[in-house]
């Protein structure tokens, strides 16, 4: 069955400095990675995805998760944090007719 | 504005008590689904739909009930809640899951069952 895993809770980092939320994940087959975010008392929002192609993927405010096929990861990066960032980080796998979704990480960037 | 609309937003019921939660988008979505959020687990999926007509039980059915009569309409239905379903409930729509479309989300409805 597919899978995915974040193995932190919650992730601490100061405004300015890069960070990066983890996932790995276990499939059988091709794998379909996507990351969401959950901003409070909000649904979740599509963040990027990778089907194929280029294992660094860019998505929205600007995040970018980078494929690991050999580490069976999908890691969740940002260059330069912003308070704004703070939320729910959530890595799902595509599974027939669903998303597979992990436990989340919350996310907190202090000034 | 394309968007998923779910109500109602907040609802606070008794055990026994029948109760329907609404969803419906307006992106002429041939997927939808309903997920439980619960702290520790995640988003657990309940229900979905490939197309009017067509459901399927996601990983957690039991307790639940849904319909999929309209392509724009998928409600949720709790014919008789218990307090195990305290829980926070999205639904959510795709123009094709199985294409690797990503899921658009409403909202939330927060439903406490005492």
């Known amino acids: 069955a597919q899978s995915v895993a974040q193995p932190e809770d919650q992730v601490n980092v100061a405004e300015g400095n890069p960070l990066t939320v983890k996932c790995t994940y276990s499939?059988?087959?091709?794998?379909?990675l996507f990351w969401y975010v959950q901003y409070p008392n909000r649904g979740l929002q599509f963040l990027l995805k990778y089907i194929t192609g280029d294992n660094l993927v860019k998505g929205s405010y600007g995040f970018e998760a980078e494929f690991n096929k050999s580490q069976t990861s999908f890691h969740l990066k940002k260059p330069s944090a912003l308070v704004s960032d703070s939320a729910l980080y959530f890595c799902?796998?595509?599974?027939?007719?669903?998303?597979?979704f992990g436990q989340g990480t919350e996310l907190s960037v202090k000034p | 504005e394309a968007q998923v609309t779910q109500n109602p937003r907040y609802l606070i019921t008794v055990t026994g008590k029948k109760l329907t939660v609404t969803c419906s988008q307006n992106m002429n979505h041939e997927y939808m689904s309903w997920y439980r959020q619960d702290p520790g687990l995640g988003l657990r999926q309940i229900y979905y739909?490939?197309?009017?007509?067509?459901?399927d039980k996601g990983d957690v059915p039991e307790g639940y009930k849904v319909s999929r009569k309209e392509k724009r309409n998928f409600p949720l239905i709790l014919e008789s809640p218990s307090p195990n379903q305290t829980s926070l409930y999205f639904c959510?729509?795709?123009?094709?899951?199985?294409?690797?479309?990503?899921?658009?989300f409403g909202e939330g409805s927060r439903l406490t069952v005492l």
């Open positions: 959510a729509s795709s123009d094709s899951i199985a294409n690797t479309g990503e899921l658009f």
């Open positions: 799902a796998v595509r599974d027939a007719g669903k998303l597979i």
């Open positions: 499939v059988s087959g091709n794998p379909y």
């Open positions: 739909s490939m197309n009017v007509e067509v459901t």
